[in-house]
């Protein structure tokens, strides 16, 4: 079956720009999570959904970074007034439940000049 | 002090060889532990869960030592598709029981012929 997706692959942006990532996770999956990941560094969480709702955004870094899933399923990153430190690899992943394995998005590079 | 600490390496070992990954993690309270397989620009994926009691899967074994909040990977016969950078995780269930990933750095492999 069809892993977890996300679009664009890449994207470049100049800085203080709007950028939105998207994460289509597998389908049924309850559970959704962002991760970022800067070079040579393990991923980093950022947010979780179960079902529509963000249960845990604790991992945002300020208030230019907001996600949403406003029916369930997809899920869209949005980081407003880009800055260079943004740039990094933004992971998407799913779980059928919070407990169960959690699968990866090949991930979206974003690149902020 | 990071959640999760692993030496980043690079370790460079000939095929057949026996390496040894470990690290170490500082939340006394933390409930589930794996190793993730990341290859060079991809996502990463589930390679082995950890228990107190040690687990093997083929050439892998792995190991959790709560008292001493330690997880080792052994990997017996090293090949050449072993190279890659293995990342040691835990599971944060914090209050909301979110099932977050805690990342360590991750330790690089790079098995030569």
Redesign the interface.
């Known amino acids: 079956g069809a892993g977890v997706s996300q679009t664009p692959s890449n994207k470049v942006t100049e800085k203080g720009k709007y950028v939105e990532l998207r994460c289509d996770p597998i389908s049924g999956h309850t559970?959704l999570?962002w991760?970022r990941q800067s070079l040579?560094?393990?991923?980093?969480?950022l947010i979780?959904f179960?079902g529509t709702g963000a249960?845990?955004d604790s991992?945002l870094p300020n208030d230019r970074f907001f996600a949403v899933r406003p029916e369930g399923s997809v899920s869209t990153l949005k980081i407003q007034r880009t800055e260079r430190g943004d740039s990094a690899v933004y992971?998407c992943?799913s779980?059928y439940?919070?407990?169960?394995?959690?699968f990866?998005?090949?991930?979206t590079r974003l690149t902020v000049l | 002090r990071k959640e999760?600490e692993q030496d980043?390496g690079p370790f460079n070992v000939p095929e057949g060889a026996t390496v040894a990954f470990n690290c170490t993690y500082s939340n006394s309270a933390s409930q589930?532990f794996f190793w993730y397989r990341q290859d060079c620009r991809?996502?990463?994926?589930?390679l082995m869960s950890v228990y107190s009691s040690g687990n093997e899967d083929g050439r892998f074994t792995a190991q959790l030592n709560r008292a001493s909040q330690y997880i080792s990977l052994l990997i017996r016969d090293s090949k050449l598709s072993d190279s890659a950078t293995y990342?040691c995780?835990v599971t944060d269930w914090?209050s909301?029981?979110?099932?977050?990933?805690?990342?360590?750095?991750?330790t690089t492999l790079q098995v030569k012929p």
């Open positions: 559970a999570y991760y040579g560094q393990g991923p980093e969480f979780y179960q249960a845990d991992g992971l992943a779980s439940r919070p407990d169960n394995e959690q990866f998005g090949p991930g | 999760v980043p589930s991809k996502e990463p994926k589930l990342l995780v914090g909301s029981n979110t099932g977050k990933l805690i990342f360590g750095q991750g």
